[in-house]
């Protein structure tokens, strides 16, 4: 049973949420103790939620709140940006204008405001990532030259996993991707000669999707997509050329034709994702136990991806397994993530083994999908326990910068543009799926979840 909450729960959320991000936004490029332990507690703060099975209820109130203190985490907390002088000053501005316009638009009642609200927050998304893009042609980051040079590589008709990164400041010889990822990308640089433009592309697809997702909530489409915009740091990841809300984009738009009823469709979006970036088969193991998903379409999304990676497979195995697996194992530990790994490394200077690290990860991923496995929840609270999995994740491994937790939060705020308490057509796929499992094939007990 779920329990309805008062506004007490939704003002320690969005708590939670600032507390997230201002330490986030502080975390490029330091390690501090007091990040890891503000991450590792609005963690647990989720899995308490999830425990709980908290039905909150966010008063009007919040969501103009969270975004003006959002606004001034931005402009006062320690911000890592390459823009300078009139560049940084305009995009903090676009940041800053944007948001207190979102927040005055979020208090007011009625669809004219909502939709209003959730045009500007789009609006400034794309007006601070153009001057962002514009005003730093050339990030000092291996993500931005890799990309970049990858997408080259592909419009040659070259193999990704074989090449070298002329003036990387960090990995020189692999692509640590999955091919996809560049394939998502590659347009930015081959139309506009920047493969940050397709990533902001694929934010306003990630927008689009959260709207999708509200089915008709203006309101609340508008306070999801103005929170996210304006969460603080935003400018960083745009700057940096991390490619979360391409996964974001995805993920959201697997849930809203979940939430359609179209589970099979839902397919090709996951499928897209996973084949970008490894971390997400993580999630398999919960998607597989989950009825209105279940095994098939897990096992349908696998042997998706397995073909749209087959032909870089095909063209050098070697390679390709050196890059996306071998390379990420062995890779040495960055000392300004903010992970319980780096904690271990940096303040005691123990190394902890991958037996460790590795044995921490499949007890939370066992854990997490027991739990969806017994409860088989409606999608909202299914996308937080996607979102729960990923935070544990990144707060064991080796790496875990903000990019990685951004889409954490991004996958929270996504949970509450569904309605609470699922739609019919996860009620309808949930029973349907109950009942093929109860009869089970000739010969075989009922299933008891």
């Known amino acids: 049973m779920r329990r309805r909450t008062t506004s007490i729960a939704a003002v320690v959320l ?5 507390a997230w991000f201002a330490a986030l936004q502080w975390s490029v490029v330091r390690f501090e103790v007091p990040i890891v332990l503000t991450l590792t507690a609005c963690t647990a703060l ?57 927040a005055a638009l979020l208090s007011r009642r009625g669809r004219t405001a909502a939709v209003a609200a959730y045009v500007l927050a789009v609006l400034t998304h794309t007006v601070m990532a153009v001057v962002t893009i514009l005003g730093d042609r050339a990030p000092r980051i291996d993500v931005w030259v890799i990309l970049q040079q990858g997408a080259d590589a592909l419009g040659r008709g070259e ?66 997509t103005a929170v996210l915009v304006l969460a603080p740091g935003t400018l960083t990841q745009v700057d940096q050329a991390w490619t979360e809300p391409v996964l974001a984009a995805a993920l959201v738009w697997w849930a809203v034709l979940i939430r359609r009823g179209h ?41 998706l991806v397995g073909v749209l990676v087959l032909p ?25 993530a903010n992970t319980w790994y780096v904690y271990a490394l940096n303040e005691h200077g123990v190394t902890l083994p991958f037996a460790v690290t590795g044995a921490a990860m499949l007890g939370a991923v066992t854990g997490i999908a027991y739990a969806v496995w017994r409860r088989q929840p409606d999608t909202s609270e299914l996308v937080r326990w996607l979102a729960l999995t990923l935070a544990v994740v990144n707060l064991v491994n080796k790496q875990g910068f903000y990019n990685q937790f951004w889409l954490v939060a991004a996958l929270v705020a996504a949970s509450l543009a569904l309605p609470q308490g699922g739609s019919a057509n996860d009620r309808r796929l949930l029973q349907s ?12 007990p009922a299933s008891p979840g």
Not at 73 to 101: E, Q
Not at 433 to 444: I, Y
Request: with cysteine.
């Open 263 to 303: 589970a099979w469709w839902a397919v090709l979006p996951l499928a897209l994702a996973c084949a970008s970036k490894q971390h997400l088969a993580l999630l398999a193991p919960v998607l597989l136990v989950w009825r209105p998903f279940g095994v098939s379409r897990t096992l349908a999304t696998g042997g």
């Open 159 to 224: 193999n990704l996993y074989t090449q070298q990164w002329a003036g990387s400041p960090g990995v020189q010889d692999h692509f640590t991707y999955l091919p996809w990822m560049a394939v998502a990308t590659a347009p930015g640089r081959w139309l506009a000669g920047d493969v940050r433009w397709a990533v902001l592309v694929w934010s306003l697809v990630l927008y689009a999707g959260l709207w999708a997702l509200a089915h008709g909530r203006a309101e609340r489409a508008a306070a999801v």
């Open 433 to 444: 799926s109950t009942r093929v499992n109860r009869r089970g094939p000739p010969g075989v």
């Open 14 to 18: 969005g708590a939670a949420w600032l």
């Open 46 to 102: 989720l899995a308490w939620w999830l425990a709980r099975r908290l039905r909150i209820d966010v008063p009007r109130w919040v969501p103009p709140a969270v975004v003006v203190a959002s606004v001034a985490i931005t402009l006062t907390v320690p911000l890592f940006s390459y823009l300078r002088g009139g560049w940084l000053t305009a995009a903090l501005a676009v940041l800053t204008t944007g948001g207190l316009g979102c």
């Open 312 to 336: 870089w497979v095909l063209a050098d195995p070697a390679a390709f397994l050196d890059d996306t697996v071998t390379t990420l194992l062995t890779f040495h530990p960055i000392r300004f």
